[in-house]
């Protein structure tokens, strides 16, 4: 499995909690590890582990921590690129939430070997989308909630979002757009400085 | 049936139509942001210079690139190079369609281009994201070198001293004598037993023998130069390798105070510990045209005939004790 992956929880929790929750954590999860590497290929066997020693240093479910994860994904300034590279999905929050299946797609263009679940979009009713999650790491959608809410607030839409579980193997999101122009679109231009990309 | 100008307008951002007098009579939306006035009206030979093929001056000489690609820019933004094609429109004009090419990213930059100014079917936007993508992906991958670099450098670092002692180690004494054998520096090479160490391990133990190592090791430091380097090369064995130092008087004050400040008895915990020293020196104006190795070598036939003259003094090598330990067989050595 990507060092992406394991990188990010690193990131979230060291950043947020501090180095020796991460280390805890860690110890907890009976991990041999003590910092992973984004560009190194782990073992898939070790993400429910480290995700179980998270959630019981943080005292707080997986699910919690993993939608944590997708809204720190974007609003951290660590991470500024990837908020970027979501933008690139579409100019409003509705195009980008149509865009998502085009997502797994553009991260292998990113990363190639960072494997994204499937996912599928569908707007079942005006501003109601339904969005589905299959064939990959189990509750990525988790991430994809925290992700999308925090990208709604980057274009100042308002939008309700919602886990549904896992209906035929598929994770299954709802979201409702409410307002697509609640607040100010923090914006987005193609250009870009070098010191933008590189953070 | 749309028109043929509205569907180019639709369906190209970037192209240029030109009637038969070489006047631009319509052009795409995407130039609006990379020319200060509207190109409709100007010659397109004055708007537009072809780079490839060269030498196109005339009307006549475009139409000839038809079905070609060419590589023109426009006169006012000369750093961005745009590629396309001619397109005889069979009524007299011509139509030019262009692109950015490689200088999309470029083009972007300079004009704050957004993704509507591209067609929805054209692939510049997929294009700047996986630059983007690429940037941060290689700075990843440049900070993942950066600290294995370091790493390696503390191992290296560390597989050159001597954990115990903290002074370098037979290896850093190896490549700094293969460096000395590169330079034109004069040299000294100091070999260093301790006298009296193994009885001092035996009867009081291991942990008092570190200690002593670890004084002998900080009375090296205070005594010698900062240019100088400090070898522990064996259990009880030291070596001091002094570049640029010839002069005989100092090496035997050098010497004279290691052996001295080592010798003073001191207390481990409440054990009395009296131990000394023997140094047997060579320098590189000992013998001409020597080998750093050949200088070590005669240090360490001067600190085996010290060791033999009596132990606690220190012995300069000099010619008579010959140049490899077994001529050293001689009852009587010579002392200085």
């Known amino acids: 499995?990507?060092?992406?992956?394991?990188?990010?929880?690193?990131?979230?929790?060291?950043?947020n909690f501090g180095p020796d929750v991460w280390e805890k954590a860690l110890l907890d999860a009976d991990v041999q590890i003590t910092s992973f590497e984004a560009m190194l290929d782990y073992d898939a066997a070790l993400l429910p582990s480290v995700l179980k020693g998270c959630a019981s240093v943080l005292d707080r479910s997986h699910t919690t921590i993993l939608e944590d994860i997708g809204t720190y994904l974007v609003t951290d300034q660590s991470h500024a690129s990837i908020r970027r590279l979501m933008r690139f999905g579409g100019q409003s929050f509705v195009e980008l939430l149509l865009s998502l299946d085009e997502l797994p797609g553009r991260t292998r263009l990113a990363v190639s070997g960072l494997d994204l679940p499937d996912i599928k979009v569908r707007e079942h009713q005006p501003h109601s989308f339904t969005v589905q999650c299959s064939n990959g790491p189990a509750e990525f959608g988790h991430v994809l909630v925290g992700l999308l809410r925090a990208m709604a607030d980057d274009y100042g839409a308002l939008a309700v979002l919602e886990h549904l579980g896992s209906r035929d193997g598929s994770e299954v999101i709802e979201v409702m757009v409410v307002d697509t122009s609640f607040a100010e679109d923090r914006g987005f231009s193609l250009a870009t400085d070098e010191a933008q990309v590189v953070a | 049936m749309i028109s043929q100008q509205d569907l180019l307008k639709q369906l190209r951002p970037l192209h240029v139509l030109v009637r038969s007098t070489g006047h631009i009579t319509s052009s795409g939306r995407g130039f609006a942001k990379m020319s200060a006035d509207d190109l409709v009206g100007h010659r397109v030979l004055e708007a537009f210079e072809v780079l490839q093929p060269s030498g196109v001056a005339n009307m006549s000489g475009l139409r000839a690139l038809c079905g070609q690609t060419v590589r023109l820019r426009l006169r006012n933004s000369p750093d961005?190079?745009?590629?396309?094609?001619?397109?005889?429109?069979?009524?007299?004009g011509l139509i030019l369609?262009?692109?950015f090419g490689i200088a999309i990213v470029d083009a972007v930059q300079?004009?704050?281009?957004?993704?509507?100014d591209f067609a929805p079917s054209d692939l510049a936007v997929e294009l700047l994201f996986l630059q983007e993508a690429k940037s941060s992906a290689m700075a990843a991958s440049f900070s993942l070198n950066a600290r294995l670099d370091g790493a390696l450098l503390a191992a290296e670092s560390e597989a050159m001293t001597d954990g115990l002692t903290g002074l370098h180690n037979r290896r850093a004494f190896d490549n700094a004598m293969a460096r000395l054998g590169q330079s034109q520096t004069g040299y000294a090479i100091l070999h260093m037993d301790l006298d009296l160490f193994k009885h001092v391990n035996d009867t009081l133990g291991h942990a008092v023998g570190d200690v002593v190592l670890k004084r002998v090791a900080s009375i090296m430091r205070r005594n010698t130069r900062k240019d100088d380097l400090l070898v522990r090369s064996g259990g009880d064995e030291f070596i001091i390798l002094c570049p640029g130092l010839l002069d005989t008087t100092r090496l035997t004050g050098l010497s004279n105070n290691l052996i001295t400040q080592i010798s003073e008895p001191f207390q481990v915990e409440d054990d009395d510990v009296a131990i000394s020293a023997s140094i047997g020196i060579g320098t590189s104006s000992l013998i001409a045209n020597a080998s750093p190795d050949e200088i070590s070598e005669i240090a360490d036939i001067a600190l085996y005939a010290a060791k033999r003259s009596g132990r606690g003094r220190h012995v300069f090598w000099t010619a008579s004790l010959g140049t490899s330990l077994s001529d050293l067989d001689m009852p009587h050595v010579a002392v200085r």
């Open chain 2, 97 to 99: 369609d262009l692109s």
């Open chain 1, 1 to 15: 499995m990507h060092g992406l992956i394991f990188r990010t929880i690193e990131a979230f929790v060291s950043d």
């Open chain 2, 80 to 92: 961005i190079t745009l590629r396309g094609t001619v397109i005889d429109d069979e009524a007299e």
């Open chain 2, 110 to 116: 300079k004009f704050d281009l957004t993704a509507q």
